[in-house]
């Protein structure tokens, strides 16, 4: 992975891998957790397929309290049930944004491994920007999930 153009975040979710990989495919869940900070996902598509078409809309303020309305969007590229997803990623507006991302899953003592892998930005803000995204998008992810499974 280049460093300049690619960001990698390992972090163990507390729930069963069939559970955290349904995360990420189904909307109402996805709706639930793959927002930062004080951002909310307003709305999302998914055609789980090899080919088939995702989005994921935004709203709320961002790291600097700025309001936004972000938009993001790509095809999916390799969907391994329970072992890996793989898509492209695009936030509209963006050219920088354009790059693909791969998550993976593994058992692991006390719930899954995640890793995901975001490559292929255009510029370095572009990145950090999207650091802070899923850092905050996975702690909602693993927050969420714990709480499904920890009443």
């Not at 300049?4 to 729930?15: D, M, R, V, W």
């Not at 995360?23 to 999302?44: N, Q, S, Y």
């Not at 492209?88 to 995901?116: C, H, I, K, Q």
């Not at 803000?125 to 996975?138: A, F, I, K």
């Amino acid at each position: 992975m280049d460093e300049k153009t690619g960001l990698q975040i390992k972090t163990t979710i507390k729930a069963g891998r069939t559970a955290v990989f349904r995360a990420w495919l189904e909307p109402e869940i996805m709706k639930k957790w793959l927002a930062p900070g004080k951002m909310r996902v307003t709305l999302a598509k998914t055609d789980p397929k090899a080919g088939g078409a995702w989005r994921v809309e935004m709203a709320g303020d961002n790291p600097r309290g700025i309001f936004m309305t972000p938009v993001f969007e790509g095809v999916y590229r390799t969907i391994r049930p329970d072992e890996e997803i793989s898509f492209t990623w695009s936030m509209l507006g963006n050219p920088a944004s354009n790059s693909v991302v791969t998550v993976t899953f593994r058992d692991v003592a006390g719930g899954t491994e995640v890793v995901l892998l975001h490559e292929g930005f255009g510029d370095t803000e572009t990145r950090d920007g999207h650091h802070h995204g899923w850092s905050g998008s996975l702690e909602n992810l693993g927050n969420l999930l714990k709480k499904q499974t920890n009443p």
